[in-house]
């Protein structure tokens, strides 16, 4: 019992103490913060302090009394001293759109979050260049922290920041980067799960003599499953590999709902044509070429009724 009591008590002991440090920090930090803002509204102009007293004022340390409004003020501030000098004044932009960023998940507002995020990224390359560590190093985590809630937006950062490192010279890579690897690999599985969810019900239409057909089955994949890694098997294989190589029949439609399947000597008039150009005289369009391939979303009810039909097909051939 004298034991346990001893124990109680230093858990108690351990407990209080945290309480005081934490009190005491939290002092600390707003003394700081007087301090930082004091010395921003003394000096308007001057950028770095501007910064510091928005960081101040999101202070982990304050805890409850952080104030984000008010950080947006002075990293506001930062920001626009930041964009009237042309030349990199010693990262300012950056750690600008760093405070902005913070400030914004602090108040949970997740789309300028994001923003600022890749604008972070961007004014560290402008002032750091493309193969800093720095950079690098910001697109991997921002990218990452994206991911979960926009992996289309996150994904792009951890692949450039892959591949900058390894493209960067020796003396800018960060040198541990494949111990982090696995980053990469969970966020590609989080970008083929946002994928698979957009795809879901997307079929494949191609055009043989300009007439519309819609392949509902390959040797590897048909309607039944998303159309997410429905041409990987294929792209995996030796062209050798693909000769030999039967799998399922290759199943195609018309708009009239009428089934048919494609011969091997058939495959080629059915395979995948899409052709598109872009001209620096139109640059808000693509010009895709007449009777090029495309994927289409038909409305639920027409999806459905096409799956039923294709099953309704598959089993008369059986």
């Known amino acids: 019992m004298k034991k346990i009591m001893m124990t109680l008590a230093a858990v108690l002991c351990c407990a209080m103490t945290t309480t005081v440090n934490a009190q005491n ?5 707003l003394k700081e913060l007087e301090a930082k803002t004091k010395l921003a ?15 101040a004022c999101i ?7 952080k104030n984000y409004d008010r950080a947006l003020t002075y990293a506001n501030r930062a920001f626009k001293i930041a964009q009237e000098h042309p030349a990199p004044q010693d990262t300012l932009k950056g750690l600008s759109c760093y ?7 602090g108040k949970q507002s997740w789309d300028n979050a994001f923003d600022f995020m890749e604008m972070t990224v961007d004014a ?9 560590p720095v950079t690098n190093g910001t697109k991997l985590l921002y990218g990452y922290m994206m991911m979960s809630a926009n992996p289309f937006r996150g994904f792009p950062l951890i692949q450039d920041a892959f591949l900058d490192n390894e493209l960067a010279p020796q003396d800018k890579r960060i040198d541990n980067m494949p111990q982090v690897g696995i980053v990469q690999e969970l966020a590609l599985e989080m970008l083929i799960a946002a994928h698979t969810r957009q795809y879901y019900h997307g079929v494949p239409r191609i055009y043989v003599d300009c007439q519309p057909y819609y392949i509902v089955q390959t040797s590897d994949w048909n309607i039944e499953r998303p159309l997410v890694g429905w041409m990987v098997p294929n792209m995996l294989r030796s062209e050798a590999e693909n000769d030999a190589y039967e799998g399922d029949p290759t199943i195609v439609c018309d708009e009239n709902f009428q089934f048919k399947v494609v011969s ?16 620096l005289k139109k640059p808000r369009h693509i010009e895709v070429e007449d009777c090029s391939a495309g994927i289409i979303f038909p409305q639920p009810a027409n999806y459905d009724k096409l799956l039923t039909k294709f099953r309704e097909f598959k089993n008369s051939i059986k």
């Open 124 to 132: 560290f390359q402008e002032e750091l260049g493309r193969f800093d």
């Open 59 to 65: 202070s982990d340390a304050l805890g409850e009394k």
């Open 99 to 105: 405070a902005l960023m913070m400030i914004y998940m």
């Open 41 to 55: 509204d003394k000096n308007p102009t001057n950028g770095k302090m501007q910064y510091e007293a928005a960081t």
């Open 25 to 29: 920090e939290e002092e600390e930090a």
């Open 264 to 279: 091997k000597e058939e495959k080629k008039k059915y395979s995948m044509n899409f052709n598109f150009k872009h001209f």
